[in-house]
């Protein structure tokens, strides 16, 4: 990229991303959650009804733990139940807090069966988490039982007052949340698309490279996944009753579309840089890529923002440009060594990056009439693209069973919750509850994130106590305590999602500051909280490693199964476009949308294995050869699919490709038996050639489909090999 390019993006991108976080859905909810929990005491403490106001905002905060993204109606289910639940539960702590006995029980019972609602998805699991912290907070505040209902009460007014308020902000402006989410999906691709770029820099470790493209992949996913859930289960959309609702619907149908062109770039880049370095026209190839993930960045900008992309007229004088070089090349092959394959690769290349940006424009071009109602329509079967989870009583009995990691998980925070709460009495301390609340957030299903959020609250905690406390030494105005207190909430909701170290470490300031306010110390809190979040973070991890834990290796064999189904119903469906000539385009798009859920699944297990201890790491180099092959194997299935669908290519003999194609199918259900049941005995499976007089009589076309055919063979050969070598 020439300098003053480089020279801008270094000056925009800090901008940039300052106004994409005030943009995006985390600092929107930030604000929300802060002006929900402050709001009840600033207005009570005028009327002399401070403490009122700190138990309303108690029960917005329990609210706001499950309102997390998604369909508004969802999200409104979830905060009312949750309503209900820290109602009840309030009661259930006040009248048994005063005896130790009692509220053991009561806490035990109810960490297992509200951990048992992670069971019904990750909302259901944020209710059981909201109603424990309710119980955690309250577990302490022992008072006349004439008071409980009253302190229940205003608890359960805090909770409709914080769901009163997400809804109106959402009725305010009911597509935003999508907005922000499609945007942020679209920032992902161009980040993905990045990293594909830095494949075509001189002297790349290509391990490293393909280490975090499939990190990249993984969060593509997610946040697609995202949108899919928001978009496809709210009503105003799925009805496509105004402008907006289908423009966001063809933006992101067309980012899904553009995501698999960007999948198919997959070219064997040791061989390119070995030919091509010399020239120097790897580096354009690097420059143009860059290019589109910007004009993708102004995309998504545009759509947070609610402005409008510049079209990328450049951009179409630099592939003109590109396409000029590799003229030269060709004209120069003899001269300067180069294979034709080389040359058709480049070639190849070009055309996708052409078709790649062709999209890029075709979505900018939506901008133009986004608020048309002239608008083309995007006909979806959107039940088929969304999961949906029903609570299903007999799925709880079925999981009461040592085999469930969910129960597992349940039994293990019942234990250490009654640890925790047996530590805290013994120390009486006078906020003790902090160790149970250490527990209770800490605590996760699989040890590696359990590890993971241990070390990244007590990070925060040592650092903001730290800060809170200098905060506290150097300033002692109270109006400039206040505003340091708004910035620090502010902080802390909004990157509670994005960046938990950052969430604590905006948290503990924040408290501390709040308990300055209240009268109760400084340095003596600040001491207490971190011994507090060490003791409870020892229990939690200590628990997570020898009680009922749970590895990944666990769940390695369904993710690899998954994976090889996922990408033999993909090949499936592209096939028929060459052997039926027909494109049932649900079932394609639900075929290759597996492939990414599955491959994202098995990546982002394969990240988390390595976070656990070297013992629990089974078969990491086979694993890591599994999940690098069967990427390499859907990307040449995308491409495959894009000779059809984008260059219109198509094979006069398809019975010639046949027998390849069932050995293919036949590689990798063999594949899935050796995985589902492991055996000494191997079957002999070989490699189906293609014939040579076909080959060399073909057209072009049909040669770069036969071609690609046997590659796809090849690597599902490579997994079957694979496969005999684990044994799970």
């Not at 900018?364 to 002239?374: A, L």
């Not at 530590?423 to 009486?428: C, P, Q």
Request: glycine share 4%; hydrophobic share 45%; proline share 3%.
């Amino acid at each position: 990229m020439p300098q003053h390019e480089n020279r801008y993006m270094q000056l925009r991108e800090p901008v940039r991303n300052i106004q994409d976080f005030l943009l995006s859905t985390y600092f929107a909810d930030g604000l929300r959650i802060t002006i929900g929990v402050l709001l009840p005491p600033l207005i009570l403490a005028q009327f002399g009804h401070f403490n009122y106001g700190m138990t309303l905002s108690l029960g917005a905060l329990c609210a706001s733990v499950v309102d997390t993204p998604g369909p508004a109606v969802h999200r409104r289910n979830a905060m009312l139940i949750t309503a209900a639940l820290i109602f009840v539960f309030s009661i259930l702590t006040g009248l048994t807090n005063r005896n130790t006995y009692f509220i053991g029980v009561l806490l035990v019972g109810s960490s297992f069966v509200l951990s048992m609602f992670n069971l019904y998805g990750t909302r259901a699991a944020s209710i059981g988490t909201a109603t424990l912290l309710v119980m955690v907070l309250s577990i302490d505040d022992v008072r006349p039982w004439q008071e409980v209902l009253l302190h229940a009460g205003l608890i359960l007014a805090g909770a409709l007052w914080y769901s009163a308020l997400s809804y109106i902000f959402y009725r305010l402006r009911p597509y935003r949340v999508l907005q922000q989410f499609l945007s942020d999906s679209i920032i992902e691709v161009s980040d993905f698309l990045r990293a594909k770029a830095r494949f075509y820099h001189q002297n790349i470790d290509y391990d490293a490279q393909y280490a975090e493209l499939l990190k990249l992949q993984v969060s593509v996913h997610e946040k697609q996944e995202a949108v899919r859930e928001i978009m496809f289960k709210t009503r105003e959309i799925v009805r496509d009753s105004n402008p907006e609702s289908r423009f966001l619907l063809l933006v992101f149908v067309d980012m899904v579309d553009l995501f698999e062109q960007v999948m198919s770039t997959y070219y064997n880049y040791r061989s390119l840089h070995e030919q091509f370095d010399a020239t120097g026209i790897l580096h354009s190839y690097e420059r143009i890529i860059n290019k589109i993930s910007y004009a993708l960045d102004d995309v998504a900008f545009a759509l947070k923002s609610g402005g409008r992309p510049a079209p990328p007229r450049q951009l179409v004088r630099d592939i003109n440009a590109l396409k000029d070089e590799i003229a030269v090349l060709e004209k120069n092959a003899a001269a300067l060594k180069i294979s034709t394959n080389g040359i058709l690769a480049l070639k190849n290349i070009e055309v996708n990056l052409e078709n790649i940006l062709g999209r890029v424009r075709t979505i900018i071009g939506y901008f133009k009439t986004r608020n048309s109602r002239d608008q083309k329509r995007e006909e979806i079967d959107t039940e088929k693209f969304i999961t949906r989870q029903s609570i299903d009583k007999k799925l709880f009995f079925e999981n009461l069973t040592l085999k469930s990691s969910v129960f597992r998980h349940s039994l293990r925070v019942a234990v250490v919750m009654l640890i925790g709460f047996i530590v805290a009495k013994a120390l009486d301390s006078s906020h003790s509850y902090w160790i149970l609340l250490t527990i209770l957030v800490i605590s996760k299903p699989g040890f590696s994130l359990t590890k993971q959020r241990n070390i990244e609250r007590i990070i925060g905690t040592v650092i903001g106590g730290i800060v809170g406390t200098a905060v506290l030494y150097y300033f002692n105005d109270q109006r400039t305590l206040f505003v340091i207190l708004l910035v620090c909430m502010i902080g802390s909701y909004s990157f509670q999602r994005k960046n938990y170290v950052v969430s604590v470490l905006f948290m503990t300031p924040y408290i501390l500051i709040l308990f300055d306010f209240l009268g109760m110390g400084t340095l003596d809190v600040a001491k207490e909280r971190i011994y507090d979040t060490l003791i409870g973070s020892a229990i939690a991890f200590l628990a997570a490693y020898s009680l009922f834990p749970n590895w990944e290796s666990e769940k390695l064999k369904e993710a690899m199964l998954d994976v090889l189904e996922a990408n033999m119903n993909y090949f499936e469906q592209v096939s028929r476009l060459y052997f039926d000539n027909a494109y049932d385009r649900t079932s394609y798009k639900l075929a290759r949308k597996q492939v990414y859920v599955s491959t994202a699944n098995l990546a982002s297990l394969f990240q988390r294995m390595f976070s656990e201890p070297k013992s629990k790491q089974l078969f990491i180099k086979e694993v890591h050869q599994f999940t690098a092959l069967n990427h390499l194997l859907s990307s040449h299935m995308a491409t495959l699919s894009l000779y059809h669908k984008e260059h219109a290519f198509s094979h006069q003999h398809p019975d010639d490709i046949r027998p390849v194609y069932r050995n293919t199918l036949y590689l990798l259900k063999s594949g899935m038996e050796i995985l589902s049941r492991p055996s000494d005995t191997r079957a002999n499976v070989p490699l189906i050639k293609q014939k040579n007089g076909q080959a060399e009589g073909s057209e072009t076309t049909e040669l770069f489909i036969t071609e690609q055919f046997d590659r796809i063979q090849k690597i599902a050969y490579d997994i079957y090999r694979l496969t005999e070598k684990i044994n799970i």
